[in-house]
C-alpha cells in the first residue's frame, strides 16, 4: 500500500531537548517535503526536497534542519526546540511536484508540544 | 513572494446548499493549482488540481473548480453540499520554479444537517 508515514504521532517535550521526527515514503518518489499546520495560518512549508542529497528552504525554515540521504526518507531535526515550534506537522511526498496526475501523498501528521 | 489567499475564513451552510469558496494567488509565473480538503482528525486529501489545459477541472465528490488566469482566481465549487463536506479546505499553488508549494490559510465548512 502507497503511504507517507510519520514517527512519532504524538510527542510531548521541552525546551532545547533534540528531536527527530521522521518521514519514510515506500512510492520512490522525488519530491518530498515538511509543513506545519497552525490555527488561522494554513499549512506552512518548512524544508522541500527535490531529489536526494537536494533540499531547499520553504517559507518558516528558521529551528528546522533536514537531510535527504536516500529517496525514501527525510527526516525533520530541531536540534534546540522551543514553544513556538509547538504545531501539528505534515510530511507529503510526490514523484514530482505539479506532474501530471501524480498528486500530493500526506502523512498522518505529527502532533508536537514544547514545553 | 508568491502568497495564496482564501477570502473565506468559515462558511456555514445547510445541506443541498450551494458552495463557492475563493482562492487567489499572487504569482504571475507558471502555477499549479490544487485544493485539498482536511476532514477532522485526518490529513489532507486531493480534491482537484489544475495544470494545464481546460480551465475548468472536475474532482472528486462532485467538486470543480475555475481557473481564471486573468483573475489569478481558482475558485472551489460544489452545486449542493452534503452533511459530510464539513471540513477544512486548502488551496494551494506550486510555482514551478524554485518547486515550492503555498498553502492558503483554510476554510472551515460547517454544514448543517
Known amino acids: 500500500e502507497a503511504q507517507v508515514t510519520q514517527n512519532p504521532r504524538y510527542l510531548i517535550t521541552v525546551t532545547g531537548k533534540k528531536l527527530t521526527v521522521t518521514c519514510s515514503q515506500n512510492m520512490n518518489h522525488e519530491y518530498m517535503s515538511w509543513y506545519r499546520q497552525d490555527p488561522g495560518l494554513g499549512l506552512r512549508q518548512i524544508y522541500y526536497s527535490m531529489n536526494v542529497e537536494v533540499t531547499d528552504k520553504g517559507d518558516v525554515p528558521e529551528g528546522y534542519k533536514v537531510s535527504r540521504k536516500e529517496k525514501r526518507n527525510f527526516p525533520l531535526i530541531l536540534e534546540s526546540p522551543s514553544p513556538n515550534q509547538t504545531s501539528l506537522y505534515f510530511c507529503?511526498?510526490?514523484?514530482?511536484?505539479?506532474?501530471?496526475?501524480?498528486?500530493?501523498?500526506f502523512g498522518d501528521g505529527t502532533r508536537l508540544s514544547i514545553l | 513572494a508568491q502568497s495564496v489567499s482564501q477570502h473565506n475564513h468559515h462558511v456555514i451552510l445547510s445541506e443541498a446548499a450551494s458552495l463557492e469558496l475563493g482562492c487567489n494567488y499572487s504569482?504571475?509565473?507558471?502555477?499549479?493549482l490544487f485544493w485539498y480538503v482536511q476532514y477532522p482528525g485526518q490529513h489532507l486529501q486531493l480534491l482537484l488540481k489544475y495544470f494545464s489545459g481546460d480551465p475548468l477541472v472536475k474532482g472528486i465528490k462532485g467538486f470543480e473548480a475555475e481557473f481564471i488566469k486573468s483573475k489569478f482566481s481558482f475558485n472551489l465549487r460544489k452545486p449542493s453540499v452534503q452533511w459530510s463536506d464539513t471540513a477544512e479546505y486548502f488551496c494551494?499553488?506550486?510555482?514551478?520554479?524554485?518547486?515550492?508549494?503555498?498553502f492558503g490559510q483554510g476554510t472551515t465548512l460547517q454544514v448543517k444537517p
Open positions: 507529503a511526498s510526490s514523484l514530482r511536484v505539479g506532474y501530471s496526475n501524480q498528486p500530493q501523498h
Open positions: 504569482y504571475g509565473g507558471t502555477v499549479n
Open positions: 494551494a499553488a506550486f510555482e514551478r520554479n524554485t518547486g515550492k508549494l503555498i
